[in-house]
């Protein structure tokens, strides 16, 4: 049963990419043929061709991705490399930014979620700094630091501590009671009681944190390379607009959305993973 829903839901997705695909086409379609007319007649009069204009159509598109892939890892210099080297870049950042925030937040959640007290002192304080942008910090984060590589990973850091955070501390506080008296009649230690009873009980909750906090961390690192440059996905798309080349753009989105894609489904099986072992 199971299986055939999956299968149904596959044909049906790929129903949905033709019809959209064959849209996308129709739609460029008089904006290409108007620019195949107008480059033959430059060449007739003897000038270069035109630039095309409109919205690429799903050929084009195709086409670079083709291009790109064919060779990612290039390097011709700092504002010339390969789409591989781009998204390297933005994922390390986004790992040390995120590992950052988890050192940090899950030993706090941990915390915060085994003392009522310390949740309510706290929670102020959780309270008016979660809904700040990340990108707020990035001007202060350039003037203390000094560093746009590094600032960026600060943002991520900031972004990425709050859903852990408050998962965390949602999923130690949330342990069902009786395992907990169970582990209290046993004379359990606490460090024991930490790692063998609450962790197992907290572990699927604490991984939607992550998963979510991950989600965060890969949009706004696109935001903050946009505005620092340098390397990265994000200054690779800020790039290809200014050189107004639309058709580096929509490929670039393409694979901004595949890497979140992977890292989300990465995430999925290790919280399936946590929860198969509670």
Known sequence: MLKSIALK??????????????????????????AAVDSEYAKLM???????????????IGEAVIKHASDPFYDNGPNDKGIGIQVAFSLARVTAGFLLAAAVALPLGFFIGMSPLIYRALNPFIQVLKPIS????????????????????????????????????????????????VAKTLEVGVLRKAFY??????????????RISMGI???????????????????????????????????????????????????GLLQQAATYVE
């Open 197 to 210: 009873v609450v962790l197992p009980a907290a572990a699927p909750t604490i991984l939607t944190g992550m």
């Open 9 to 34: 839901a596959a044909l049906l997705s790929v129903l949905l990419l033709g019809c959209f695909l064959l849209v996308w086409h129709i739609a460029t379609l008089p904006k290409q043929t108007v």
């Open 46 to 60: 003897g000038g270069g061709a035109p630039k095309s204009t409109g919205l690429p159509t799903p050929l084009q």
């Open 217 to 267: 961390a890969w949009l706004v690192i696109v935001a903050a390379e946009m505005l620092v440059g340098g390397t990265g996905i994000g200054y690779f798309v800020w790039n290809e607009w200014n050189n107004l080349s639309l058709t580096n753009v929509i490929f670039a989105i393409l694979m901004i959305g595949v890497v979140g894609m992977l890292l989300d489904m990465l995430f």
């Open 134 to 181: 990340p990108l707020a910090w990035m001007p202060l984060a350039l003037y203390t630091i000094k560093d746009s590589a590094t600032s960026s990973i600060f943002v991520i850091f900031i972004c990425s501590i709050w859903p852990m955070l408050i998962n965390t501390a949602h999923g130690v506080a949330s342990v069902r009671r009786e395992w907990l008296n």
